[in-house]
């Protein structure tokens, strides 16, 4: 029969990994323990071991037969699966999967059957093979990377530090004749005493190997502690780098900002605008992120981000999606404060404006007129682009506005290339430009 070849990805093969990691961690919790303990082979341990060795047999089947990626290339040829198995964990695997303890318990010699409880061991060596899965649990989406990489760090350091209570013991033996969970909890103490450098000297070595091994745990446990505390500062730090970043800038704002002495009010609308950005968009800004992307890419990221202006904006619905993909690589996300001034009657504009949140008054040079109010899904500043005419009138943000620039050339482009769009801005202007001479008619006389 013809075992077909696995994707390394598919549902079945992540399921089946995922059960092998649990295994293995099982294992390696047991089996050291079993082994110090020298428990007597009772049939529901051979049962156990002989389970195990006909999984981890299935894994080397599987495994061989599980194709692999080469710089994103995913090799299905038997052969090279084969090959790259061979080259990449099938020793590990073998070693792991013969069932060593039910072969050597069979001689009834005290020599032999202390090594057959030794290559127990060998199983362990499996947590090496099951790395590829915890890193694909590090890759996952979904959870934080630095709460993973927390997690992650504890459950090594608790294998570790399980790995060498049950060595301690094995040396120690259990001069104290104590039962089997006091000697672990004993062990345990040392290992983390002396893996924290605290090392009280309540438990010391008596015989060279004990004192051999100490000083190999000591200085493992130097290593380990400044290990630790770096990860750990690291990952603190990581934990929201949106948020630290923002922190910094905010404190290098408020330096510059008390350094030149700008005035208290404007210190204030600083920021204020700050907070906003922080609040609407963490800070992040959206078009350096974007910057690097392939174009493909950015349009469907832009698609996506600015999906809501194109639904608000009346004036783009039922439009070809040519044109919504044309105008939306060309938006740019800016932000008005309230009270800002964002266009001023009689400048020379060069850009128009969509609004996605916030509210502008359209209001006479003066301010004594307020010839309309626009709100999320209106636009502004397309009389001077179309007219190239200097601004009709002033335009005054209400509140935090988020809106989308568009500049003068590619508007010009899209009203040649989509003349039902042209039609409809131009009407609109039109409008518009006859109700502000008839309001400031009526309100000169
Ligand atoms: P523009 O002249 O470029 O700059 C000022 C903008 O105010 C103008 O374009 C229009 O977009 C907008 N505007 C002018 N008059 C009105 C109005 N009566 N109603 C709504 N918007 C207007």
């Given at each position: 029969m013809k075992i077909p070849v696995l994707h390394p990805d598919s549902k079945k093969k992540i399921g089946w990994d995922r059960f092998i990691l649990a295994l293995t961690v099982s294992i390696t919790l047991v089996i050291p323990l079993i082994t110090v303990y020298?428990?007597?082979?009772t049939g529901l341990y051979l049962i156990f071991d002989f389970f195990i060795s006909i999984v981890y047999i299935a894994d080397i089947l599987i495994e061989s037969h599980t194709a692999y990626f080469e710089q994103r290339e995913l090799i299905r040829h038997r052969e090279s699966v084969f090959r790259h198995y061979a080259r990449s964990g099938l020793t590990l695997d073998v070693l792991a999967a013969i069932p060593f303890f039910m072969i050597l318990s069979m001689f009834n010699n005290p020599l032999i059957l202390k090594i057959a409880y030794l290559s127990n061991?060998?199983?362990?060596?499996k947590l090496f093979r099951i790395r590829k899965t915890i890193s694909r649990i590090r890759n996952?989406?979904?959870?934080n990377p630095s709460f993973i990489r927390m997690g992650l760090l504890i459950f090594w350091i608790l294998i570790a530090a399980h790995l060498i209570s049950c060595s301690w013991m094995e040396i120690t033996g259990n001069p104290d004749g104590l039962d089997n969970t006091s000697r672990y909890i004993r062990s345990f103490y040392w290992t983390v005493t002396t893996l924290t450098t605290i090392g009280y000297g309540d438990i010391t070595p008596s015989s060279n190997l004990e004192t051999i091994f100490v000083v190999i745990i000591e200085l493992i446990g130097a290593g380990m502690y400044g290990f630790i505390i770096g990860n750990i500062a690291n990952i603190i730090a990581n934990i929201d780098i949106a948020k630290s970043q923002y922190q910094e800038k905010m404190e290098k704002v408020t330096t510059f900002l008390r350094y030149k002495n700008i005035p208290h009010d404007l210190k204030n609308k600083i920021s204020d605008y700050y907070d906003y950005l922080w609040e609407s968009?963490?800070?992040?800004d959206e078009a350096s992120i974007l910057e690097d992307l392939p174009k493909p890419l950015k349009t469907s990221v832009s698609l996506f981000l600015n999906r809501g202006i194109i639904q608000k904006?009346?004036?783009?619905?039922?439009?070809s999606e040519e044109f919504i993909k044309e105008i939306i690589l060309n938006l740019k996300p800016v932000v008005f404060t309230p009270g800002d001034y964002v266009v001023i009657k009689g400048e020379i504009g060069y850009e128009m404006y969509f609004i996605s949140r916030g509210s502008v008054d359209v209001v006479s040079e003066d301010e004594s007129i307020v010839y309309a109010t626009l709100n999320a899904g209106s636009f502004f500043g397309e009389i001077a682009l179309l007219?190239?005419?200097?601004?009709?009138a002033t335009i005054k943000a209400r509140e935090y506005c988020d809106c989308y620039s568009l500049d003068k050339d590619t508007f010009d482009q899209i009203l040649v290339r989509f003349p039902k769009f042209a039609e409809r801005i131009r009407d609109m202007a039109e409008k518009r430009r006859a109700e502000t001479e008839e309001k400031q008619k009526k309100n000169n006389n």
């Open positions: 020298r428990h007597s082979l061991l060998l199983r362990i060596a996952s989406k979904r959870l968009r963490r800070g992040y904006v009346p004036i783009f619905q039922g439009a007219l190239s005419a200097p601004r009709n």
